[in-house]
């Protein structure tokens, strides 16, 4: 299993893809796949507000 991404670099990835990059782009350009980063999308909009669903301490792991 690929080790866990730090904070910093999720962020950094969530603003490139904010900013307009396209995420296929933004995958292959920090090495990580689109698959991969696509959660961590969704799970910034649930914790920005902009969907519903469970925010980190709730949720399961």
């Known amino acids: 299993m690929p080790a866990a ?3 910093e670099f999720r962020r950094r990835a969530l603003d ?4 307009g990059e ?3 782009q933004v995958a ?3 090495g990580i ?3 991969g980063l696509r959660p961590w999308m969704a799970q910034d909009d649930i ?3 902009r969907a519903e ?6 949720r399961k792991r």
Do not use: I, M
Request: hydrophobic letters at 30%; glycine letters at 12%; charged letters at 15%.
């Open 33 to 35: 796949s689109e698959s």
């Open 53 to 58: 669903g469970p925010s980190p301490p709730t």
């Open 28 to 30: 292959r350009g920090l």
């Open 47 to 49: 914790d920005a507000g």
């Open 22 to 24: 396209p995420v296929a």
């Open 5 to 7: 991404k730090s904070p």
């Open 16 to 19: 490139l893809v904010a900013q």
